[in-house]
């Protein structure tokens, strides 16, 4: 076995020999060849590198034919069966280079292979920075197609043909500001993959310049704003002057180029800077400003005159300004009205103001912002008109009591006249043509103008009104109460003015709020019952009060539900509170003994050493409870006064005495009476209380006035209540509180009626007796207390007899509810029916519309919500 190893190994030693030797005589042939085709190739290559260079600007292609010595290498690492197997399938001509051209004839450019060279970007360079306006320069393959877009564009800049010589240019001015915004040139070759470059630069345009004034005319502050970056430096400079701002992240911004700049025009320009621009942008386009930095001259108030008297509502005054100066009308501390100058003239309505005597200015704003100096303010008054008529009067003829003249007579000369409103007795006429003529006794208004055929002019003031004529006719006086104003008619010379009225505002007198008979804003606070437009009015309080019980009483029944399933959940862990007794019962007198002997059982560290009581027995302090109901009642009168304005002045200390005998009248009708009654036909026991929570009520009551400016202002003047001092049903529960609810309804309603009755003010016999004026503002007072009482006590929720009456029958609750709602809108619903009332009478819808979503809210979240959470 072993021999037969041996001989085995020895064959295969011999095999292995003979390979060798014919893969050694390959090799040797393998190399010959090799040098072989180098000899010939080597000339071929030293010629070709002879050849004169191409022409500048085209792009060399490699030749063909490889060098030396990596054609040998690749010949090299070929197998030697396969070289040889290839060699002997080709002629032996094919291994011959192929013959030069002859000498003068144009050399064939050599075959290309390979990918040809990419574009490259000149201008811009990397971390430029570019104001939005761009031009990108470069080169590429000769009349290859060129695209340059940006980082901040899906669209392309450009898209062009590189020129003969390979270069580009594109220009492009839409680049938005921001750092690093990457332009991309992408050339594209017919057969070939496009190849691009890119660079990086910022971005930072200049900012936008304009005034900022809204009429394009600045102060001397020489404001100018515009937009920027977010968040950039913005730097305006211009005739000497310069201010700088920060753009808010709307790029917003603005800023004052000094103070004191004197009027005429300055250039401007701007430029901004941020943290990524390293610089600053170029400038804006300049910005001629004009600057008017000088006041105008005070307005002037044509009407009404000095004295005046003038409607509470609607009150018309005029004047003369500078032209398109804003002109505001103050009335005291009150923005009466405003008005645009037109042609040097402006006119405007008053708004509702409270009555009394108020000084007259007005201020006048231009159109650069400039603000003139008050006009020199001189006294009118404010008073409820009680009558109007329009009629005319003839020439010669007087006007009859109650009209206003309204046209003069027709004559070469005559005017014709303004409406107006008149009560007194009428003026007489001039001797000719008689211009319209207005009065208005007991501190109402009049004024009139009237012209001609001819230049002339006449005016004149007078309770009874005024007149003119062709020569120095004299109007006629009346003996009203107040001063009237009136324009006579015009005629070929100036007319003779109206003598003024018998009674004209002097101090002392009824509309002078300085003097105790003087008015304030409940002299005449209601309207009559019996209006010109009832069916009107009493619609839009029906409304009203379907809006309350919808936006208001509903949503607050839901709103208590939902706070008393809140309380209903509360942890065990918190201490439970005492219960109160109940109202009218006799509290045990072991409860609070109990609890303070417990207290003083527990340890004490600190503290004092006695006892925590002074007295066996707390002492009997009793504070008569006449004083109680006087104060109660005193300061409710003082939170109502709160409502409104309040003037240091006589005429409002007697309104603080009106206020305070309607509100003990409303107790004596809304409390006392209703005992008296339940225990005579119900045969119930109840005890008076005196509800400091009631005061609350009040206050929010005046405050409500005031923030929504109520005409007139909501009063409540309900400070105590009853208590059953028996257990009784459910029925005489309701229909204690509905006896309750009937008595405020009915004072109300009977001191509203009573207020046609006394005298009304402003007439002779309110004039002279400052009684009248103190009855009437306590039967308004009562009546705007009364009404509010019922509403509010009318609520379904809380300790409110509304409650009551919801629990014990749903219909009974909301029949008094609507009658309660109604009254009181009744009496607010005329001031919004007057012009320029209804945002008020919006602000109030909308903060009805507020409570009623978030109470409901509250009642759902514990209704559905709260259940599945506590799940």
């Avoid at 044509?302 to 509502?313: D, K, Y």
């Avoid at 008053?350 to 201020?363: D, E, F, H, N, R």
């Avoid at 009482?789 to 809380?798: C, E, H, Q, S």
Wanted: net charge neutral.
């Amino acid at each position: 076995m072993l021999a037969k190893w041996k001989n085995v190994t020895v064959l295969k030693q011999g095999t292995k020999r003979t390979a060798s030797a014919s893969s050694a005589a390959r090799l040797s042939r393998v190399c010959l060849l090799g040098l072989g085709v180098l000899a010939v190739a080597l000339p071929l290559v030293l010629a070709q590198s002879a050849e004169p260079a191409r022409a500048a600007g085209e792009t060399a292609t490699p030749s063909d034919t490889p060098p030396a010595e990596s054609f040998l290498s690749a010949e090299s690492s070929q197998p030697a069966e396969s070289f040889l197997s290839a060699e002997s399938s080709q002629p032996a001509e094919s291994s011959q280079p192929a013959e030069s051209s002859p000498a003068g004839s144009s050399p064939s450019a050599p075959p290309t292979w390979g990918a040809s060279s990419g574009p490259t970007i000149d201008s811009p360079a990397a971390a430029d920075l570019l104001s939005g306006s761009v031009t990108v320069t470069g080169s590429a393959l000769p009349d290859s197609s060129i695209q340059v877009s940006s980082s901040t564009q899906s669209d392309p800049l450009c898209t062009l043909t590189a020129g003969d010589d390979g270069s580009f240019s594109c220009t492009s001015s839409g680049l938005p500001s921001a750092p690093n915004v990457v332009l991309t040139v992408v050339q594209l070759v017919p057969g070939e993959d496009s190849q691009s470059a890119s660079v990086t630069v910022n971005v930072l345009k200049a900012p936008t310049l304009r005034s900022g004034a809204a009429g394009g005319v600045s102060t001397g502050y020489g404001t100018v704003r515009g937009t920027a970056f977010a968040g950039a430096t913005v730097t305006a400079h211009g005739g000497g002057y310069s201010c700088s701002s920060v753009a808010d992240g709307q790029g917003g911004w603005a800023c004052n180029l000094g103070s004191g700049i004197p009027s005429g025009s300055i250039t401007v320009r701007a430029s901004q800077a941020t943290g990524w621009s390293n610089g600053v942008s170029s400038a804006s386009s300049p910005l001629t400003l004009q600057i008017d930095s000088d006041p105008p001259s005070p307005p002037t108030i044509t009407a009404p005159v000095a004295g005046a008297s003038m409607p509470l509502t609607g009150a018309a005054i005029s004047g003369t300004g500078e032209q398109g100066a804003l002109v505001t009308v103050f009335a005291g501390s009150f923005a009466a009205c405003t008005a645009t100058v037109q042609g040097s003239a402006w006119s405007c309505l008053a708004g509702t103001v409270a009555a009394g005597s108020y000084p007259l200015s007005a201020i006048q704003q231009d159109a650069a912002g400039n603000v003139s100096d008050e006009s020199a303010p001189y006294a009118v008054a404010f008073a409820a008109a009680t009558g109007a008529g329009a009629g005319g009067s003839t020439p010669g003829s007087p006007t009859p009591t109650g009209s206003a003249g309204s046209s003069g007579g027709a004559s070469p000369n005559s005017g014709t006249g303004g409406d107006g409103t008149a009560t007194g007795a009428a003026g007489t006429p001039g001797p000719t043509a008689a211009g319209g003529s207005t009065g208005q006794a007991g501190g109402g208004s009049g004024g009139s103008s009237g012209s001609g055929d001819s230049s002339g002019s006449g005016s004149g003031s007078g309770t009874g009104g005024s007149g003119s004529g062709s020569n120095s006719g004299t109007g006629g006086t009346g003996a009203g109460g107040g001063a009237g104003a009136g324009t006579g008619g015009s005629g070929t010379s100036n007319g003779g003015g109206g003598d003024p009225g018998g009674n004209s505002l002097t101090p002392g007198s009824a509309n002078d709020p300085s003097a105790w008979a003087g008015a304030t804003r409940f002299t005449s606070a209601l309207q009559p019952v019996l209006q010109t437009s009832p069916v009107t009015t009493w619609l839009l309080s029906l409304l009203a009060a379907l809006a309350i019980i919808v936006l208001i009483a509903a949503p607050g029944r839901l709103l208590s539900s939902g706070l008393s399933r809140l309380r209903s959940v509360a942890p065990a862990t918190v201490a439970p509170r005492l219960r109160s007794v109940a109202r009218g019962a006799t509290a045990p007198l072991t409860t609070a003994t109990t609890a303070t002997a417990a207290s003083a059982r527990k340890p004490r560290v600190t503290g004092r050493n006695r006892s925590r009581t002074e007295y066996d027995s707390a002492p009997d302090v009793r504070v008569n409870p006449w004083l109680i109901a006087a104060g109660a009642i005193i300061v409710a009168a003082g939170i109502g006064m709160l409502s409104g304005p309040v003037a240091n002045q006589p005429a409002y200390l007697r309104l603080l005495l009106a206020l305070c005998a309607a509100f003990a009248l409303l107790t004596a009708a809304a409390v006392v009476l209703p005992r008296a009654l339940a225990k005579r036909w119900l045969g119930v026991s109840s005890d008076i209380l005196f509800a400091p929570r009631y005061l609350l009520i009040a206050g929010a009551a005046a405050l409500a006035s005031r923030l929504f400016d109520l005409q007139p202002a909501v009063l409540f003047g309900l400070l105590f209540m009853l208590t059953l001092a028996e257990v009784v049903s459910r029925t005489k529960r309701a229909q204690f509180a509905l006896l309750q609810l009937a008595a405020r309804v009915v004072s109300g309603s009977l001191a509203w009626l009573l207020v046609a009755v006394v005298p009304a003010f402003g007439s002779s016999a309110a004039a002279i007796d400052p009684f009248s004026t103190f009855a009437n503002e306590t039967l308004n007072t009562l009546a705007l207390a009364a009404f509010s009482a019922a509403a509010v006590t009318v609520l379904p929720f809380g300790r409110m007899l509304g409650k009551t009456l919801f629990d014990w029958s749903k219909p009974a609750w909301f029949a008094a509810a609507v009658v309660s709602f109604t009254l009181l809108a009744a009496v607010l619903v005329p001031s919004f029916e007057h012009a320029g009332r209804a945002f008020q009478a919006a602000q109030v819808i909308i903060v009805g519309v507020a409570f009623a979503a978030v109470s409901i809210s509250v009642w759902a979240w514990q209704k559905f919500v709260t259940p599945t959470l506590n799940e």
